[in-house]
């Protein structure tokens, strides 16, 4: 067994237990709303979507959470603190559906920050982490996106990097000319059974954003990692590249051609993408359309007023 076989073989068996989620970015896509309201308080209904990726760490069993955060940011941490006044009155009212709603967002995992200077890239804001995770496994999860609480990713990829030691992507499958907006991935049939119910790929290579002729498959990286804390070292090992940025993609292909493992798991549920403004206005009705209190007479309104766009002309 070789040294890096050595090392990779010393950090499995120890499921990650905390997650990483950059947050310090500009928003400029949602401007001028983002200009004091962070894109990840962006509410989906009733609840930010960073919540809804904080609930999905807690799902999986992670209950230490360090928000990446920039300048004007602070809000993100407030949601996740107790709001003494606001509980005392709602408890005053008996309005306890209302109360637990409140009380939540404290009551899913310990939230740290640190404040990325500058947003240089992800495998930039991910390098701030390296304090607090120190050398262990960890999870990545961004703050735009999230997967459907029904059809759950992050468990299988945390078992996954717990037995391989090595990286864990999650992949969705898109079109051609979707490519140069991921990294994509190069793969191989991967062992078989090595987290049941999953669809396992072994990677071979990575390309962050390739036009359509030159990629290598239609996997897409989508916003859940989970890293070993080696990345740490190659980050600093990693020149600028797409966009004149640290890539994460590239610190991952460092470690790849160094022999440590990468698998990926390819993901076909629901997959909410609030990056952009109409992957958000998506994500709004679907969750929408599916809440027992809203969705009845919401689904009715959205078809009729849905509807009335038939017989219009222009």
């Known amino acids: 067994m070789t040294l ?13 237990v905390k ?21 990840e308080l962006l509410p989906v209904v009733d609840r930010p979507v960073l919540q809804y990726i904080v609930e999905e760490a807690a799902a ?3 209950s230490d959470v360090l928000l990446i955060t920039g300048r004007g940011k602070t809000s993100m941490v407030d949601h996740f603190d107790r ?29 740290y920050t640190c404040r990325q200077g500058e947003p240089l890239g992800l495998g930039h804001a991910v390098s701030y982490a390296e304090s607090h995770v120190g050398g262990e496994s960890f999870a990545v999860l961004l703050g735009d996106e999230f997967m459907d609480e029904t059809a759950p990713l992050l468990p299988a990829m945390l078992d996954l990097q717990a037995k391989t030691g090595g990286i864990v992507l999650a992949f969705i499958e898109v079109k051609p000319e979707e490519t140069k907006r991921y990294g994509i991935a190069s793969v191989e ?12 790929v072994k990677v071979t290579g990575l390309v962050e954003k390739p036009k359509a002729d030159q990629a290598p498959s239609n996997l897409a990286v989508v916003g859940r990692y ?13 020149k600028p590249g797409s966009g004149n940025e640290i890539q994460l993609t590239d610190a991952m292909g460092l470690l790849l051609d160094e022999g440590v493992p990468a698998h990926g798991i390819i993901y076909r549920g629901l997959r909410y993408d609030t990056g952009m403004p109409l992957g958000y206005l998506q994500a709004v009705v679907q969750l929408a359309c599916q809440r ?6 919401f689904r009715q309104w959205l078809g009729e007023f849905v509807g009335g766009f038939g017989g219009r002309s222009g």
């Open 4 to 16: 890096d076989e050595d090392a990779n073989h010393a950090n499995t068996g120890r499921r990650a």
């Open 189 to 200: 049939p991967a062992e078989a059974g090595l987290v049941e119910g999953a669809e396992v």
């Open 226 to 238: 989970v890293l070993p804390g080696k990345i740490f070292d190659a980050i600093r090992r990693t």
């Open 83 to 111: 709001q003494p006044y606001l509980e005392s009155r709602l408890e005053e009212k008996g309005d306890t559906e209302r109360l637990a709603a409140v009380r939540r967002p404290s009551e899913l995992a310990e939230i």
């Open 19 to 39: 997650a990483v989620i950059p947050a310090a970015g500009l928003a400029t896509r949602f401007l001028p709303a983002t200009k004091a309201v962070p894109k």
């Open 292 to 297: 027992d209190d809203l969705g009845p007479e």
């Open 60 to 62: 999986a069993g992670i």
